[in-house]
């Protein structure tokens, strides 16, 4: 961002640290965004995430700028309640503020998917006409295509057999990302699948300590690279036969795109935003959440079909240049943004002529 010529601030200490109850961290965090917005009298507040949002919303608050909310998951559908990290009484809190803020001083929501939407809606009350649709894009010319002679050379870095038989998962180690009942899925595919490789890539998380764990129980130390962080993800995909993702809920999937892009199979939890992204029958296989069993017959099936495999990667990368570049995305977001700074401009002048 600073390279291509845009000002950057980095709101720097606790401002963003603060829990449903820190009251400090909010009132820093709202002054310190408030000074910030009457220096540089944007058009425009767009924030992300819960702690962001609600700071922005009450900096913003009668300034001349427009403000809108991005909603990125299901924060508060009943599915969450099943992570054990997640607090109820936290997330009743939150979703009070949410909803109070969120009606009283935002002027329009982006939802990155329909699902997202329709769980927005339910609950925070927000009317249909002030949330818009748009989804997440990547940029296709970074990640680059699939090809032979890339998936050679990316096995070849990775120490993984050219025969090998490779699934692979993006994702954060949580709870909700479903990698037990991958596991679970690999554990019944190894004894019957000798060349069968697990790659996972993604930050530690809450969930981390237990699949270590569960990996050592099942013995699948010598099936399963767990990889942590990566700044290679495309090279990681290169390297796969199908892309595995058994999340419990998601939001859009930003993995996923990826996964279309280079032109991988897949094989997904049957969940109201991966139906919407993917194409069943046609690029991918959706099976229910936290069905190990089913989940490794999916797999199954894919790699016994090299030709349904082919055909179902063609589609894949057929559905990103369709619906999930990063121009198109771009386009539609600054198109919703002048939208929005138009209609919250209308607003100001009719409560001008008013008073």
Not at 27 to 39: E, G, M, Q, T
Not at 88 to 104: E, Q
Request: proline share 4%; with cysteine.
């Amino acid at each position: 961002m600073i390279a291509a010529g845009f000002d950057v601030h980095v709101m720097r200490g606790r401002q963003f640290a603060f829990r449903s109850r820190d009251i400090r961290g909010l009132i820093s965090a709202v002054r310190d965004l408030r000074a910030l917005i009457r220096r540089e009298q944007p058009d425009v507040v767009h924030t992300n995430l819960f702690a962001a949002d609600i700071a922005g919303r009450l900096a913003a608050a009668g300034t001349p700028a427009a403000t809108l909310t991005s909603l990125v998951g299901n924060t508060y559908a009943p599915e969450r309640l099943d992570d054990p990290n997640v607090s109820a009484g936290n997330l009743r809190a939150c979703r009070l503020v949410d909803k109070w803020t969120g009606r009283a001083v935002n002027d329009h929501f982006h939802a990155i998917s329909q699902a997202v939407k329709e769980s927005a809606q339910a609950a925070l009350k927000i009317p249909d006409d002030h949330i818009t649709v748009i989804h997440r894009g990547r940029d296709g010319e970074r990640l680059g295509r699939a090809s032979a002679e890339r998936r050679a050379v990316a096995r070849l870095a990775l120490g993984i057999a050219p025969d090998a038989e490779v699934v692979i998962n993006i994702a954060k180690q949580e709870h909700r990302k479903g990698l037990a009942t991958l596991l679970d899925a690999v554990a019944l595919l190894a004894p019957r699948r000798q060349h069968l490789v697990m790659i996972h890539a993604g930050l530690a998380g809450h969930a981390t300590n237990e699949l270590q764990q569960q990996i050592d129980n099942d013995g699948l130390r010598d099936r399963v690279h767990m990889l942590g962080y990566r700044s290679d993800v495309p090279e990681l995909l290169a390297a796969a036969d199908v892309f595995v993702f058994p999340s419990l809920y998601e939001g859009l999937g930003g993995s996923v795109i990826e996964a279309l892009a280079l032109s991988l199979p897949i094989v997904a939890s049957d969940t109201p935003a991966l139906q919407e992204m993917l194409e069943p029958g046609r690029n991918a296989l959706l099976v229910p959440s936290l069905r190990a069993a089913e989940l490794a017959e999916a797999i199954t099936q894919l790699l016994d079909e090299p030709a349904r495999r082919q055909a179902f990667a063609a589609r894949s990368r057929e559905i990103f240049a369709e619906r999930f570049t990063v121009e198109r995305s771009a386009a539609r977001m600054l198109d919703l943004y002048e939208r929005v700074v138009e209609d919250h401009r209308s607003k100001r002048r009719g409560r001008s002529t008013t008073s």
